[in-house]
C-alpha cells in the first residue's frame, strides 16, 4: 500500500499491480481498493492497475466538511502520484465520479464506465430518489449505520431474508464502518435532486469513453448506459452478455483491454 496526500491534505491509500500504463480503477458504493484485486490481476500483464480507497474507507483518511469536489482532487492525487495521466475505470456510482472528474479536467486519457446508476427520468422514479437521500442522510445523522445499510440494501434489491443473515454475518461490522460513505455516493450521484444523467456534464468529456452494461442487468440500468453513451462526444457502447450489475472480472477484463489497446 502507497499514500499520497490530497489538496485538502487527505491521505489517500492506493494499490499498484502490475507493469505497464497506468489504469486507476474506481470503486461504487460500499467498495475498497480490494473491491478491484480480482480485475486488477488479469490486467496487470500489460498495464499498472491502481485501485485506491476513496475518502473515509480502509486506510484513506477523511476531512469534513465532505464535497464531491474533494473526491475530485483525491483522484487528482493518484494520477499524480502514478505518472501525471491515467486510464480510468468506474464502476456504479464510482463510474459517476470518474465522469465527473474527466469533465473537470483530470489528465485521463481513457475513459471507461460500467453502468453508471442514474435515475430513469420520471416523476416518480425522481421523487423516489430525492425521499431515498434524504432518509439516507438522516439515518446517518442519527448514527444509525445499520438502518442505514439496510435502506441501500433495500433499494438496490437485497431480499429482506438475506439482509436479515447479513445483519448477523461477521462481514457486517465492516460494512457499518463503510456506511457513512453512502452519503458520499448519493452526493455524487445528485441524488437529493433526483440523480438523472447530467447531460452537460457528459457534453465536457471529450476523451475516448467507453459505456458498459450487463446484457441481463434491469433495462433501466441498460438504457441509462445506452443514453451516456450517446451524450459523450467520443462515447462508444458496449453489453457484455449475461452480466449483471455484480459483472465477472473475467468478462469485464477483456473488454477493457480491448478499449484500452483500441
Known sequence: ??????????????????????????????????SAAPLAALLAGRRTVVAYDRRGRGGSGDTAPYAVEREIEDLAAVIDAVGGQAAVYGMSSGAVLALRAAAHGLPITRLALYEPPFTPDEPDRIRRTREHAAELNRRLEQGRRGDALE???????????????????????????????????????DDAAGGILPAA????????????????????????????????????HRVLDGQTHDVAPDVLAPALEDFLTG
Open 1 to 34: 500500500m502507497d499514500t499520497v496526500h490530497s489538496k485538502d491534505g487527505t491521505p489517500i491509500a492506493y494499490d499498484r499491480t502490475g507493469h505497464g500504463p497506468a489504469l486507476v480503477c474506481v470503486g461504487g458504493a460500499l467498495n475498497d481498493r480490494g
Open 201 to 236: 456534464t457528459a457534453a465536457a468529456v471529450t476523451v475516448p469513453a467507453l459505456v458498459l452494461a450487463g446484457g441481463a442487468s434491469p433495462a433501466w440500468m441498460r438504457d441509462a448506459a445506452r443514453r451516456l453513451a450517446g451524450l459523450l462526444p467520443a462515447g462508444a
Open 151 to 189: 435502506l441501500f440494501m433495500t433499494g438496490v434489491g437485497m431480499p429482506a431474508e438475506l439482509l436479515a443473515q447479513m445483519r448477523n454475518a461477521p462481514m457486517w461490522p465492516a460494512l457499518e464502518a463503510l456506511a457513512p460513505t453512502l452519503a458520499y455516493d448519493s452526493a455524487v450521484m
